[in-house]
C-alpha cells in the first residue's frame, strides 16, 4: 500500500477544496499539524541552547524549585492530554486499517500532538527551574493555537451530524477541554506573576528549606513525575555504590516534616479539644487530635489507593478482553464500509477500538504504569505520614516526661519501662496502624468488586468461591493472634535465656576454675529448648499462614471451576477463565492483608489508651514561687503551661534556647544583701500519699555559706532538698527564694522579665538554675567533658581546676580518648566512685549561685573525700561566695559548716552553727563525737588499704589492655573493621558492600541439615511445577472446543468426540511431563481411562485430573511452607548449640579480649535475627523468585519471541538490584544506629529527671530530643524513599514484560488456523503475577543480605579456638584422691597469655610442702595472678612444669585437674537460682555438709533465717547480699569441695575489715591441715605465712619465711611492707 497523507482510494479526489477548504477533512488534519510544528520549531533552539538555564536571578542550590501558579495542575493536565493522544493515535491507525489505502492524517497530527506535548512540559521544566517566565509566552500562544485548531475539527464534525457514538467526536472534544484549561492555567501565571503586559512583574523568592544547603530531602518540592519515579534519589542511590551513605549525606528534614512542627500541629488540636470540653476531667481524644493534624494526608493517600485499586481490575479484564478477541476476523465487510464513512474516512466506535488486542495490550500497559504509580503513592503518602505522626507524639510524650511529678516515678506508678515502652512501642504501633490503615477502607470496596466481577464472568460458580475465601479468612486470623501469642512466649523464654548466659558470661573465670562450666551450659540448653518447643511452635502457625495465603486461591479456582463445570450450561471460555483466575489473585491479597490491618488496629487501639493515661497522669507544680509567691502557682500553671512551651519551640527562636549560658566567673552583686538564699516556712511536703514525708519543716539556707544536712539513714535529707526545688508535693507552707525583680519563669526554663531596666548579663545569672548532684549518679551518653560542662561554654581554665578538684585527671588519662570518651549507657561502664565524682564536677563547673550536693562522698574513698573536701567545697565554690547546700554522713567535716540542719524522721530536729548545737544541744553533740570515733577506726583500714579508687583504676586499666590487645590480634569482626577513604580501598569496600555473602547462606542452610534442604529444594520445585501444570491443564481444557456450543444434550455432543480431539488431549498431557513427568504418566492414564468411560462429556473428564492437580498443589504447599519454617528452626538450633558450646569451652584468654556486649550480642541480637527473621525471609526470596521464574518459562514458552526482549530486561533489573542493594543496606544502617541514641535520650532524661529540673535545663534537652527524633526519620524516610524508588522500577519493567509478552503472543498467534487463545490467557495472567513479585525479589535479597551478617558474626566465633580439655593423661591414671598431701613443685615456670605476646612468668622455680601456709605478693602487674592461673591451667605454659603430689598439672584432663582444686576470687560470684545451687551445683553434697560449710563460714544462722533455707533464692549476682556475704559464700563454696589445695586470688581486696578478719580466722582453723595459697592485697595479710614468694616483673625474686625477708632491709618484701604501712 503506498503512502499518502491523504490516501489516494481509487475514485475519490482527497485533495479536492471543491467544497470549502474547511470542509476537506484532510486539510482540517493538516492544519491541526501547524500549533504542534509551531512550538518544537521554537522550544528547541531553546532547550538545545540553555539560554533560560543561563538567566536565573535567584542562587539556590537545588534546581527543584517549582513557583509558577498552577503547578501541579499543569502537569496532571499534560499528563491526560498525552494519555488522549496515545488514544487518538490508536483510533487513528486502527480506523487506517479499515481504509482502501493509508491515511497517515488519521494518526500523523496525533503523533505529532504527543511529541509536542511532551516537549512543552521538558520545556515548561526548564524554564520553571531556571526561573524566566518570559518564556513561557511560547506557551501560551502555542495553547491558543492548539485550541483554534482543534475548535474548528470540533464544529466541522458537528456540523456533519457526527456526535458521541463516534471516538473521534469523544477524542477532539476531549482535547478541544484540554487545550482550553491548559490556556487557562497560562493565563493564570501571567496573572499572578506578571512576567508579560505589566509594568512590575512580581518577585519571588525561593523557601527557605531550599535556601538551607542541609536539606536533602526533595520529595515536596520536585515536579510530579520526579515525585511519581523518585527520579530524584537516583544521585543518592547510584552515589551508594562507590562511597556509603553517611548522615552527612541525608541532610536535614524539611520544615514541615520535622519533628517540631508536627507537634505543634498535634498538640494544637489536642488543646482544642481540651478547651472546648465542659467536663475538666474528660480527657481530650488522640483520634480525634491525630484526625485534625493529619486526617487530609490519609484521604489522600486512601484516594490514591481507591484508583489504584481500580485500576487493578484492568488487567483480568484486558486479559479476558485480549484472549476473547484474539481470533475475531480482521477482516471488514467491504460492503459495509460507506456506512461509518464520512470526510472520505472511516469512523468507529469506542466498543470497535476495544475489540482490537493491540490496542487494549497498550491499555493493560498504561493501566499497570499507573495503578503501579498510585499504588506508590498512596504508600509513601501514609509512611510520611505516619513518621510525622511518631515524631509529634515522640514530642508530647519528651514535654509530658519533663513535667512529671517527680512522686509518679518514686512511687512506681510510672515506671521507666513504661516510658521506655511508651516510646519504643507504643508510638511505634500507631505508626505502623497508620501505614496499614487505609486498608482498612479500600479493602472491602476491592473485595466487593472482586466478587461482583467474577459473579459477571462465571455466574454463581463465582460466588462458592468467593465463599471458600470468606470462609478460610477468619481462620487466618485466628491463625494471627496465635502467632502473637507465641511470640510473646518466645520473647520470654529468649530474656530468660540472655539472663543466664549474661550470669555465665560474667562469671566464666569463676565457672572454669571450678569446673563447672557444663552444668551451668546445661542450664542455658534447657531454657533453649523452651524457648525452642516456643520457635517450633512459632513455625508451625508461620507456615500454617503461608499455606493459607498460597492455598486458599488454589482451593477458590477448584470450588468455582468445578463448580461451572457441571452447574453451568455454557462450556468455560479461556477468555473468562484466565481472567477469573487473576480475580482470584487480586481477591487473596486483601484477605491475607485484612487479619494483619484489624491485629494492628486492636493494638493501636490499646496503644492509644495507654497514650492517653499516660498524658493525663500527674504534673509537677509550676516554679513560679521561686519568686516567692507560692500562692499564684495554679493559676500561673493553667495560664502559661502552652503558651510557655509555643515559645520555646517555635523554630526561629530556635537558637535563642541556649540563654541558659552564664559568664564563666560570677562577680557577685552589690544588689545581693540578701542574707538568706532559701527559706522554708511551716512546709509540709508528701511524695504521693496522704501522709506527709516530711513534717512542719522551717528552714534558712544562708546565701554565700556552706549549710550541712545531717542525720539518720531515711530521715528525709534528700527529700528536704528536693522539696526546695519543687520536686514534692506540697501540703502545706511556704518555700521562699530571695527577692529577685519581677520574673516570670516558665516550665521550659526561659525568663521573662518585667524588669526592663536590668541587663541581660545579670538577668543570666539569677535564672535560679541550681547546680545539683544528685544522690545516685546520673551521666548522659555523651564523653567526659560534655557530662562536666553539661550545655555551659567551654572554659578550658575552669574546667582543668574542675577536673583537679574532683580528681578526675588519673582516671582520664586511663580512657582511650581521654575526655572526649563516650560514657553513660552506650559507653564505657564506670564504677561508682567515678560516676559520683563526674556528677559533682558538674555541679561545681556550673556557674550558678547556689549549689545543692546531696552526699556526693558515699561512692568515695577517704583520700578523695578530703581532697573534693577541701578543694572542691571549700577552696572553689567558697572562694566563689556561692551558696553550698551539702548533705553528708561523714560527720567530721561539721567543723567546716557555716550552717548545719539536723534531721530526724522527716523533720528537723536541729538548725544552727556547730558552736550553737554544742552550747544548746549536747546530747545531740556527743552522740555525733561518738560516731565520728567509729568512723575513724574504720578509716584505719581504708588508709592502710590499697584504696578503692587505686582498684576501679586498675579495673579501669584492664578493661583497656584487654580491648587494645584485641583489638591488635583479631580483626575478624566486621564491625571492627575501618574502611579507609582512600581511593584503593574504596574499590574493594564497595565489591564487598554489593556481595551477598553467599558462603554465609551455604553455611546456614548446612546448620539446617541436608536432608531439610533437600526437601526444601524439591517440594519448592514440585509445587511450583504442580502450580504451573493446573495454569497449563486449565488452558488446554478450556481451549479444547473453541466454539463453545450449548451442552443441554450430551448425547448429541457424543459425535463430535472424535480421533482429532483425543490426539489433542493426549497432546496437552504430553505438554505437562516436562514439568513433573510421573504425575503426567498418571494423569494421562487417568483422562485416558475416563474418556473412554464417558466419552460423552468430553469437557468433564478434565474435571477428574483438574482436581488431583489442585489437591497436589495444596498438599505441597503445606509441605514447603513446613519445610521452610523447620529448616530455619533446625539452623537456628545447631547454630546456638554450637555457638554457646564454642564460648564455653573458649579459652579465658578469649573473654579477657572480646568485650562482653559483643559477646552478648550474638547471643541477643544476632540469635535472634537467626531464630525468627531469616526463615521467613529465605521463604518469600525463594517463592518470590521462583514464580517469577516460572512466570518468565511459561511466557517463553507460550511465545518464544518474549525471550529476545527479556534480555535487556534483564540487565536493566541487574542494575536496578546492584544499586539497591547497596543503598538499602546503608540507610537500614543508618536507621538502626539513629534509633538507639533516640532511646537512651528518653530513658536518661527519664532518670535524670530533678537534675535536668534543677539545672533548668528543659529547653536545651527537648531541643536535643527533637534533632534526635529528625535525625531517625529522616534515614526512615530515606529507606522507605529507596523502597518505592525500587518499587516503582520493578512495577514498571513488569509492566514492560506484560506489554511484551501481550504484543508477542499477538502476533505469534495471528494465523487463522491456530488456537492458541487459552495459551495466550495463560501467559498473560503470568505475567501479571511477575509485576507482583519482582521487586519482593530484590526486597528479599536486600534484606537475606543484612540478616546474613549475623550468621558471619555468629560463624566468626565458631572458628574460637577450644581449650584443651582431653590432656594426655586418661583419667583413670589419676588416683581419685588425688592431690591427697597438697605438695606443689615448680620446675622453670615460663607463662604467657597468648602464643603472640611476650612471657607473664619466667623461669620460676618453687617448692610448696603439703599443708604449707604460702603468701605471694609483689607490685601491680608482676604476675602474682598469673602464677593462680597457671596452677589450673588457664594460661599458656609453655616451657616447665608445676607437678602436684606427683602428677604434672599439663598432662592431666582439665575437667579433673580444675574438679580437684579450690579457689577464692577478689571479685565474690554468686548466680541466680538457690543458695544450694552455688554452693554444691554438681548435687554431690548431703545437706549436712552444706550446713558445715555454712557454719564455717558463720553464715549459719542468716541463712536459716531466710525463706527455704538452703533453696532461699539468690537474685542476680547475689545482690540480695552484701559483698562480704558474698565472699563468706564463696568460702563456704571453696571448703564444700574438700580439695587439699586453697589458692586466694586477692580475696579480701573487696570487702570490710570484719569479713576479712572472719575469712583469715577460717582459713587458719578449717584449712589447717590444707596447702593455703595466698595471693596478696594487701602485704600486711601474709605476715604469718610460713614462706612467701615475690614477684617482680614476671620473676621469681625473693622466696622465704616472712621474718627472714623482713629482716633483710633491703629486701623487696620490705620495701613493700614498709610502703603500704
Not at 533453649?528 to 520457635?535: D, F, I, N, P, Y
Not at 487473596?588 to 499516660?614: C, D, I, N
Not at 489433542?1064 to 483422562?1087: D, G, P, R
Not at 592461673?1429 to 608445676?1442: Q, T, W
Amino acid at each position: 500500500m503506498a503512502l499518502s497523507f491523504c490516501g489516494n482510494n481509487k475514485g475519490s479526489n482527497a485533495y479536492s477544496v471543491e467544497n470549502g477548504v474547511l470542509n476537506n477533512g484532510c486539510f482540517v488534519d493538516a492544519l491541526n499539524l501547524v500549533p504542534h510544528v509551531f512550538l518544537l520549531f521554537i522550544t528547541f533552539p531553546i532547550l538545545f541552547i540553555g539560554w533560560g538555564s543561563q538567566s536565573s536571578k535567584v542562587q539556590i542550590h537545588h534546581n527543584t524549585w517549582l513557583h509558577f501558579p498552577g503547578h501541579n495542575l499543569r502537569w496532571i493536565l499534560t499528563f491526560t492530554l498525552l494519555f488522549v493522544h496515545v488514544c487518538e493515535i490508536a483510533e487513528g491507525i486502527v480506523s487506517n486499517t479499515r481504509m482502501e489505502s493509508n491515511h497517515l492524517h488519521l494518526f500523523m497530527p496525533a503523533l505529532m500532538g504527543f511529541i509536542a506535548a511532551t516537549t512543552s512540559v521538558v520545556y515548561y521544566h526548564n524554564i520553571e527551574t531556571a526561573n524566566f517566565p518570559k518564556l513561557l509566552l511560547a506557551l501560551f500562544i502555542y495553547w491558543i493555537l492548539a485550541f483554534i485548531t482543534k475548535m474548528i475539527k470540533l464544529w466541522k464534525f458537528a456540523e456533519e451530524s457526527l456526535g458521541v457514538k463516534e471516538l473521534r467526536f469523544c477524542i477532539t472534544a476531549l482535547l478541544v477541554v484540554l487545550y482550553g484549561l491548559l490556556m487557562a492555567v497560562e493565563i493564570n501565571v501571567i496573572r499572578v506573576r506578571k512576567y508579560v503586559f505589566f509594568a512590575n512583574p512580581q518577585r519571588v523568592k525561593p523557601p527557605e528549606d531550599l535556601q538551607d544547603l542541609g536539606v536533602r530531602f526533595l520529595q515536596p518540592f520536585v515536579n510530579l513525575l520526579s515525585k511519581a519515579t523518585y527520579w530524584w534519589m537516583n544521585p543518592l542511590i547510584i552515589g551508594a555504590h562507590k562511597r556509603p551513605i553517611e548522615l552527612k549525606k541525608i541532610g536535614k528534614l524539611p520544615i514541615a516534616m520535622r519533628a517540631l512542627t508536627n507537634y505543634m500541629r498535634l498538640k494544637d488540636s489536642y488543646e482544642e479539644q481540651r478547651q472546648k470540653t465542659e467536663d475538666p476531667e474528660k480527657s481530650p481524644s488522640i483520634w480525634k487530635s491525630m484526625y485534625r493534624a493529619f486526617g487530609g494526608s490519609i484521604l489522600l493517600s486512601s484516594t490514591f489507593r481507591y484508583m489504584a485499586d481500580l485500576l487493578g481490575f484492568a488487567g483480568p479484564l484486558c486479559i479476558s478482553g485480549i484472549v476473547g478477541n484474539l481470533h475475531s476476523s480482521t477482516e471488514i465487510d467491504r460492503t459495509n464500509k460507506t456506512a461509518n464513512m464520512t470526510f472520505g474516512v472511516f469512523f468507529m466506535s469506542s466498543n470497535e477500538l476495544l475489540k482490537n488486542t493491540s490496542v487494549l495490550a497498550v491499555l493493560l500497559f498504561l493501566a499497570l504504569v499507573l495503578q503501579r504509580t498510585f499504588l506508590q503513592a498512596s504508600y509513601y503518602v501514609t509512611i510520611e505520614t505516619g513518621i510525622n505522626l511518631r515524631g509529634a507524639l515522640l514530642a508530647m510524650i519528651y514535654n509530658k516526661i519533663l513535667r512529671l511529678s517527680t512522686s509518679n516515678m518514686s512511687m512506681g506508678e510510672m515506671t521507666l519501662g513504661q516510658i521506655n515502652n511508651l516510646v519504643a512501642i507504643e508510638t511505634n504501633q500507631l505508626m505502623w496502624f497508620l501505614f496499614l490503615c487505609p486498608n482498612l477502607w479500600a479493602m472491602p470496596v476491592q473485595i466487593i468488586m472482586g466478587v461482583i466481577l467474577l459473579y459477571y464472568l462465571l455466574g454463581n460458580s463465582a460466588l462458592i468461591g468467593a465463599g471458600v475465601i470468606l470462609l478460610l479468612a477468619p481462620v487466618q486470623y485466628l491463625i494471627a493472634t496465635k502467632l502473637a501469642d507465641t511470640q510473646k512466649s518466645t520473647l520470654d523464654y529468649s530474656t530468660d535465656r540472655l539472663k543466664k548466659t549474661t550470669e555465665i558470661l560474667k562469671g566464666i573465670k569463676l565457672l572454669k576454675l571450678y569446673a563447672w562450666e557444663n552444668i551451668f551450659c546445661d542450664r542455658v540448653e534447657e531454657t533453649r529448648g523452651k524457648e525452642l518447643t516456643s520457635l517450633k511452635t512459632f513455625a508451625l502457625y508461620t507456615s500454617m499462614s503461608i499455606f493459607l495465603n498460597a492455598a486458599i486461591p488454589i482451593a477458590a479456582v477448584l470450588a468455582t471451576f468445578v463448580t461451572h463445570a457441571y452447574i453451568e450450561e455454557v462450556r468455560l471460555s479461556p477468555d473468562k477463565a484466565f481472567a477469573s483466575l487473576a480475580l482470584f489473585h487480586i481477591l487473596v491479597t486483601p484477605l491475607f492483608l485484612l487479619s494483619t490491618v484489624v491485629r494492628f488496629a486492636v493494638k493501636a487501639l490499646v496503644s492509644v489508651q495507654k497514650l492517653s493515661e499516660f498524658l493525663q497522669s500527674d504534673e509537677i507544680g509550676d516554679d513560679s514561687w521561686r519568686n516567692g509567691e507560692m500562692s499564684m502557682c495554679l493559676e500561673f500553671g493553667k495560664k502559661y503551661k502552652y503558651h510557655g512551651d509555643t515559645k520555646v519551640i517555635n523554630r526561629k527562636d530556635r537558637y535563642r534556647m541556649d540563654n541558659y549560658e552564664q559568664p564563666m566567673r560570677r562577680q557577685l552583686r552589690p544588689t545581693e544583701t540578701e542574707d538568706v538564699a532559701v527559706e522554708v516556712n511551716d512546709g509540709f511536703f508528701t511524695w504521693g500519699s496522704n501522709l506527709s514525708t516530711l513534717t512542719d519543716i522551717n528552714i534558712r539556707i544562708p546565701t554565700g555559706q556552706l549549710t550541712m544536712i545531717v542525720g539518720q539513714v531515711g530521715c528525709g535529707k534528700s527529700s528536704l532538698l528536693l522539696a526546695m526545688l519543687g520536686e514534692m508535693q506540697t501540703i502545706s507552707g511556704k518555700v521562699y527564694w530571695s527577692k529577685l525583680p519581677d520574673y516570670e519563669i516558665f516550665f521550659d526554663g526561659s525568663i521573662s522579665g518585667h524588669d526592663t531596666g536590668q541587663s541581660h548579663e545579670e538577668r543570666s545569672k539569677n535564672r535560679y538554675s541550681v547546680a545539683y548532684a544528685a544522690q545516685k549518679s546520673w551521666l548522659l551518653n555523651a564523653t567526659v567533658e560534655e557530662n562536666i560542662t553539661f550545655g555551659s561554654p567551654f572554659n578550658k581554665q575552669r574546667y582543668k581546676a574542675v577536673i583537679d578538684t574532683c580528681s578526675l585527671q588519673p582516671d582520664i588519662d586511663l580512657l582511650p580518648f581521654g575526655d572526649q570518651t563516650e560514657i553513660g549507657e552506650r559507653g564505657i561502664n564506670l564504677s561508682g566512685g567515678q560516676r559520683q565524682r563526674i556528677c559533682v564536677a558538674r555541679a561545681l563547673y556550673q556557674n550558678t549561685n547556689i549549689v545543692f550536693l546531696d552526699d556526693p562522698f558515699s561512692a568515695l574513698d577517704i583520700h578523695l573525700s578530703d581532697h573534693l573536701m577541701q578543694e572542691g567545697i571549700l577552696k572553689f565554690l567558697q572562694d566563689d561566695k556561692r551558696t553550698v547546700v551539702l548533705v553528708t554522713h561523714k560527720l567530721q567535716y561539721l567543723i567546716h559548716a557555716d550552717w548545719i540542719i539536723a534531721m530526724k524522721d522527716g523533720s528537723v530536729l536541729r538548725e544552727g552553727t556547730l558552736k550553737d548545737i554544742q552550747t544548746h544541744d549536747v546530747e545531740l553533740y556527743e552522740h555525733w563525737k561518738t560516731l565520728m570515733n567509729r568512723q575513724d577506726q574504720e578509716l584505719e583500714k581504708e588508709t592502710e588499704m590499697e584504696s578503692q579508687t587505686t582498684l576501679e583504676r586498675k579495673t579501669l586499666r584492664r578493661a583497656f589492655y584487654s580491648r587494645e590487645a584485641k583489638n591488635h590480634i583479631d580483626d575478624e569482626d566486621e564491625e571492627e573493621e575501618v574502611e579507609e577513604d582512600d581511593d584503593d580501598n574504596m574499590s574493594t569496600t564497595t565489591s564487598r558492600r554489593s556481595k551477598i555473602q553467599w558462603k554465609m547462606c551455604c553455611r546456614y542452610l548446612s546448620s539446617g541439615g541436608f536432608l531439610m534442604v533437600f526437601l526444601m529444594v524439591s517440594s519448592k520445585l514440585a509445587k511450583h511445577s504442580v502450580m504451573v501444570a493446573i495454569d497449563y491443564w486449565l488452558a488446554a481444557w478450556t481451549s479444547s472446543n473453541p466454539h463453545n456450543q450449548s451442552l443441554a444434550d450430551p448425547f448429541l455432543n457424543a459425535t463430535n468426540y472424535t480421533q482429532n480431539d483425543d490426539t489433542q488431549i493426549a497432546q496437552v498431557t504430553c505438554h505437562c511431563c516436562f514439568l513433573f513427568e510421573m504425575l503426567s504418566f498418571i494423569l494421562y492414564i487417568i483422562v485416558i481411562l475416563k474418556l473412554s468411560f464417558l466419552g460423552v462429556l468430553q469437557h468433564r473428564s478434565c474435571v477428574p485430573v483438574f482436581i488431583i492437580l489442585c489437591g497436589a498443589a495444596i498438599a505441597l504447599c503445606l509441605i514447603t511452607s513446613l519445610t521452610v519454617e523447620f529448616l530455619g528452626v533446625a539452623a537456628a538450633t545447631n547454630l546456638h548449640h554450637n555457638l554457646l558450646n564454642k564460648i564455653i569451652h573458649a579459652p579465658i584468654r578469649f573473654f579477657d579480649v572480646t568485650p562482653l556486649g559483643q559477646i552478648l550480642n550474638r547471643f541477643s541480637a544476632d540469635t535472634n535475627i537467626i531464630d525468627q527473621h531469616i526463615p521467613p525471609t529465605l521463604e518469600s526470596l525463594t517463592r518470590s523468585t521462583l514464580l517469577c521464574l516460572s512466570a518468565i518459562g511459561v511466557i517463553a514458552f507460550v511465545t518464544p519471541t518474549f525471550l529476545i526482549a527479556l534480555v535487556p530486561l534483564a540487565v536493566a533489573f541487574y542494575f536496578i538490584q546492584k544499586y539497591f542493594r547497596v543503598a538499602s543496606k546503608d540507610l537500614q544502617d543508618l536507621d538502626d544506629s539513629t534509633q538507639l541514641p533516640l532511646l537512651c535520650h528518653f530513658s536518661e532524661t527519664a532518670e535524670g529527671l530533678t537534675t535536668i529540673r534543677a539545672f533548668r535545663h528543659e529547653a536545651r534537652f527537648k531541643q536535643r530530643m527533637l534533632e534526635l527524633t529528625d535525625t531517625n526519620n529522616t534515614a526512615y524516610l530515606f529507606l522507605s524513599a529507596a523502597n518505592r524508588w525500587l518499587e516503582v522500577r520493578t512495577d514498571y519493567l513488569g509492566a514492560v514484560i506484560v506489554l511484551t509478552a501481550a504484543v508477542a503472543a499477538i502476533w505469534s498467534t495471528s494465523g487463522p488456523d491456530v488456537d492458541q487463545s487459552g495459551l495466550v490467557g495463560l501467559g498473560l495472567t503470568y505475567a501479571l503475577t511477575v509485576t507482583n513479585y519482582l521487586n519482593w525479589v530484590v526486597r528479599n535479597l536486600a534484606d537475606l543480605e543484612v540478616q546474613m551478617a549475623a550468621v558471619k558474626k555468629v560463624n566468626s566465633f565458631l572458628s574460637t579456638e577450644s581449650e584443651n580439655y582431653e590432656g594426655s593423661m586418661d583419667i583413670s591414671q589419676v588416683p581419685e584422691d588425688w592431690p591427697q598431701h597438697g605438695e606443689i613443685k615448680i620446675h622453670d615456670l615460663c607463662v604467657r597469655y597468648d602464643s603472640m605476646l611476650k612471657p607473664v612468668l619466667k623461669q620460676v622455680n618453687a617448692h610448696i610442702n603439703p599443708g604449707q601456709k604460702v603468701g605471694i605478693c609483689g607490685r601491680t602487674g608482676s604476675g602474682k595472678s598469673s602464677l593462680s592461673l597457671a596452677f589450673f591451667n588457664m594460661v599458656d605454659v609453655f616451657e616447665g612444669k608445676i607437678v602436684i603430689d606427683g602428677i604434672d598439672i599439663c598432662k592431666l584432663p582439665l575437667q579433673t585437674l580444675r574438679s580437684r582444686l579450690s579457689i577464692i576470687l577478689q571479685d565474690p560470684v554468686l548466680f541466680s537460682g538457690s543458695i544450694r545451687l552455688n554452693l554444691d551445683p554438681e548435687r554431690t553434697c548431703t545437706d549436712d555438709r552444706l550446713w558445715e560449710a555454712l557454719e564455717i563460714a558463720q553464715l549459719k544462722n542468716m541463712v536459716k533465717a531466710l525463706p527455704g533455707g538452703l533453696d532461699a533464692v539468690v537474685t542476680e549476682g547475689g545482690e540480695n547480699f552484701s559483698v562480704g556475704q558474698r565472699q563468706l559464700f564463696c568460702l563456704a563454696r571453696a571448703f564444700v569441695r574438700k580439695s587439699s589445695i586453697l589458692i586466694m586470688d586477692e580475696a579480701t581486696a573487696s570487702i570490710d575489715m570484719a569479713t576479712e578478719n572472719i575469712l583469715q580466722k577460717v582459713v587458719m582453723t578449717a584449712f589447717a591441715d590444707r596447702t593455703v595459697v595466698t595471693i596478696a592485697h594487701l602485704v600486711s595479710s601474709i605476715l604469718e605465712a610460713e614462706q612467701v614468694l615475690v614477684f617482680s616483673s614476671g620473676t621469681l625474686v625473693e622466696c622465704d619465711s616472712a621474718p627472714n625477708l623482713l629482716a633483710q632491709e633491703n629486701s623487696l618484701f620490705s620495701i613493700l611492707v614498709r610502703t603500704h604501712k
